[in-house]
């Protein structure tokens, strides 16, 4: 195995831990990582699902935002207050 191969297997298996580990909270950020490792081939979905007890379909959703506008995309909207009159 030549010094670049075992350089990206370090690095991929940063990133398999990193996606892998458990969260607390999904935020934007981590949702788009977890796309970008998938997207990457660092991970399967089947793999993410199962780590976080997430269905496959909102992940796939999660890809599909990502793809069409990247991590701002998957930020969710905040509530908008009623006016007081």
């Given at each position: 195995?030549?010094?670049?191969?075992a350089m990206r297997e370090?690095?991929?298996?940063?990133?398999?831990?990193?996606v892998?580990?458990?969260?607390?909270r999904?935020?934007?950020a981590r949702k788009y990582d977890a796309c970008l490792a998938l997207r990457?081939?660092?991970v399967s979905i089947a793999e993410v699902a199962t780590a976080h007890d997430i269905p496959?379909?909102?992940i796939a959703r999660w890809m599909i935002a990502a793809r069409d506008g990247?991590?701002?995309a998957l930020r969710i909207a905040p509530r908008r207050r009623a006016r007081a009159s």
């Open positions: 195995m030549s010094a670049r191969d370090r690095r991929l298996q940063r990133v398999r831990a990193r892998l580990a458990p969260v607390g999904w935020t934007a990457g081939g660092a496959a379909e909102e990247g991590q701002d």
